[in-house]
């Protein structure tokens, strides 16, 4: 894609995107709510008509190819099978309207609802199915024309948590076997990072930034990657010049109020705890501390009560620095010491 | 006392359901009755119920005193040729309706509309003389070119394609569909109800319809039915009301039937559009 711009009605939904999605790659767009995932999406599918910019498949532009010919498929959020047609008709389809004899789709039909597991349900209707079963209709539809490019718009998000995982694990290993180009929106961090080799995370129609999943996690290009990903968010404490951020899990809690417990510590703060929450393994501590509110993630071994007076210190290298203004990352490195807000210092 | 006032209402409520429903078997009823008895009993005072041989000879004479078999396959090419040529113009009028975005789009549904609102008295003269200037005047075209497109067709279809998520045409594009497969494979299918309907509604309409081929035609070979019916009125004199009936049993049994076998999709179509 080259800087591709979609307008609605003078309203910029998608704002010049630049992005190179490499062949057989699984990529992952996501983004809040609204942020213009689907729409580039669609305008990659030809659903949407691209309003500037160039769109290129395998360097061939295809800007005003009709959806049928750009050798694309996809895969609707709620499906959109055909109501009236049975499962064999429904992944036939497309083969017949690409001109393939009955007899070649008949058997290219059989082997996919092989694959998906469908095979004993190719005569129902999608309402005689389901959520799950419906999914894979879905699926087997796009697979079977063996496209170029997959395109898939929150697939799994009419699905129950457990049929979610599953499908999940049989994406990625389908995206494997098949070695496709696979194009995938979520809004799901945990879907994006398990799923995707290469992330774009996108707000307001602008790309933030695209990068491997271990990558975007331990070196978040600006404030908004670093506050997207990860659950819970990375602490962010605004200083003079700079916002410094460190992960939950990076921080040290130690009861009391003692000075020096890491030699190396970047950042070191006292506060109180005020709330907890013990997930199982893990457990949340919300303290409230001289610089602000800070989240700590600590392994359920020994639990600190409530109203306990901890202090708070994270490692040097786990710090992250963002520009007070752009919130862009600066490099890694200590805090220097006068920029801590109130504080001690390592 | 809740419960007695309940038992009360239901009461007057089926009441009055048999009374709707006799006020329009009656005509029915004695049409059925009459077709069957003798001149001397259809002016019996008082009118008796049943007759007393059922003369199964009306029909008989009904068929006979006309090309009746002539009639009936005009009606059945007239109303089938009108329902085949209506469909092939509604559904993609009704599709770039629902579907398309286009300059002057409501305007012309507007126009549709108005059109819906004319009855055919308005506008037969016109029609008329531009069918005998093009020589068609008693042929069964006459019958059937210029109700070639329905504006009530149109309306129903549109409504019915609107229902249709957009996500389903969209899948069938990338599924490299034309935009007649996606009409005739995709959409047509999933308004069948309408299409039922709407099927069963353009039907009755000309199997029934008297004024337009009273105007039209004037020769035995392209009337239709109805026509053809009261033409047995002025058969033999005095008016044979046995006969007539006998007739017009003829004309409304492949009605009957075929709302029998259509009930279904009839109650599918309004329980969705009430939905
Ligand atoms: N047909 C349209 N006309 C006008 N605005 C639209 C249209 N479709 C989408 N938008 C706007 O474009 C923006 C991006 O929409 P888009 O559907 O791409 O978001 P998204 O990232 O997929 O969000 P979600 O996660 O909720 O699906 C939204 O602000 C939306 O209101
Ligand atoms: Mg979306």
């Given at each position: 894609m080259q800087q591709v711009v979609k307008k609605y009605n003078n309203q910029t939904?998608?704002?010049?995107l630049d992005l190179v999605i490499p062949d057989g790659s699984f990529t992952v767009l996501v983004g809040?709510?609204?942020?213009g995932k689907s729409t580039t999406l669609r305008m990659i599918a030809g659903l949407e008509e691209i309003t500037a910019g160039d769109l290129l498949i395998d360097g061939q532009r295809v800007n005003d190819l009709a959806p049928g010919k750009r050798d694309v498929a996809m895969v609707f959020q709620n499906y959109a099978l055909y109501p009236t047609m049975n499962v064999f008709d429904n992944i036939a389809f497309g083969l017949l309207n690409r001109g393939f004899s009955k007899k070649d789709c008949k058997r290219m039909v059989e082997e996919i609802a092989e694959i998906v597991g469908l095979s004993s349900y190719l005569q129902r209707k999608p309402a005689e199915l389901s959520g799950g079963q419906r999914q894979r209709v879905a699926l087997a539809r796009a697979m079977v024309k063996k496209p170029r490019v997959f395109l898939m718009d929150e697939?799994?998000?009419?699905?129950?948590a457990k049929l979610r995982n599953q499908m999940r694990v049989e994406l990625t290993s389908l995206h494997k076997q098949l070695g496709t180009t696979f194009i995938y929106v979520t809004h799901d961090q945990v879907e994006a990072m398990t799923m995707g080799d290469q992330i774009v995370v996108m707000n307001e129609g602008e790309i933030m930034q695209k990068a491997s999943p271990f990558e975007l996690y331990q070196q978040p290009a600006n404030l908004f990657v670093a506050q997207f990903i990860g659950s819970p968010a990375m602490n962010i404490l605004p200083t003079d010049k700079e916002s410094i951020g460190f992960r939950p899990e990076k921080a040290m809690l130690t009861a009391g109020s003692a000075r020096t417990i890491q030699p190396a510590a970047g950042f070191v703060d006292h506060g109180r705890i005020v709330a907890r929450e013990i997930l199982g393994s893990d457990v949340l501590y919300y303290v409230s501390g001289r610089a602000g509110k800070i989240i700590a993630r600590k392994a359920a071994d020994e639990l600190l009560a409530e109203g306990t007076e901890v202090t708070v210190s994270v490692a040097a290298e786990h710090l992250y620095r963002f520009d007070q203004e752009t919130g862009r990352a600066l490099s890694v490195a200590a805090i220097k010491q006068e920029s801590l807000p109130s504080g001690g210092l390592g | 006392m809740h419960q007695s006032t309940r038992v009360a209402a239901r009461w007057i409520e089926a009441v009055l359901l048999v009374a709707v429903a006799l006020v329009f078997v009656f005509p029915f009823l004695w049409m059925f009755l009459t077709a069957f008895k003798t001149m001397p009993e259809v002016y019996q005072f008082p009118p008796t119920w049943l007759p007393e041989t059922w003369q199964f000879a009306n029909f008989e004479t009904a068929w006979s005193s006309g090309p009746f078999l002539r009639y009936v396959i005009n009606s059945v090419l007239v109303a089938i040729g009108v329902l085949i040529i209506q469909l092939l113009t509604a559904v993609p009028a009704a599709y770039a309706f629902a579907r398309y975005r286009f300059r002057g789009r409501n305007f012309l549904f507007g126009l549709a509309l108005i059109a819906l609102m004319i009855p055919p008295q308005v506008i037969f003269l016109p029609i008329y003389v531009e069918l005998s200037h093009m020589g068609l005047i008693n042929t069964l075209w006459s019958l059937v070119l210029p109700y070639g497109a329905s504006a009530f067709g149109i309306f129903l279809l549109r409504q019915a394609f609107m229902q249709v998520p957009d996500e389903v045409i969209e899948a069938a594009r990338l599924d490299s569909a034309s935009e007649w497969k996606i009409m005739w494979r995709v959409m047509v299918p999933m308004a069948k109800p309408v299409l039922v309907t709407f099927g069963l509604f353009s039907f009755i309409y000309h199997w029934n319809d008297y004024f337009w081929p009273l105007i039209m035609t004037n020769s035995d070979e392209v009337r239709t039915l109805p026509v053809g019916i009261t033409m047995l009125k002025a058969a033999e004199g005095g008016k044979q009301w046995n006969v007539i009936m006998a007739g017009n049993m003829m004309l409304v049994l492949p009605i009957l039937a075929i709302f029998f076998f259509a009930q279904r999709h009839i109650m599918k179509a309004f329980v969705y559009q009430s939905k």
């Open positions: 939904v998608v704002k010049g809040p709510s609204g942020c697939p799994l998000s009419n699905l129950d | -």
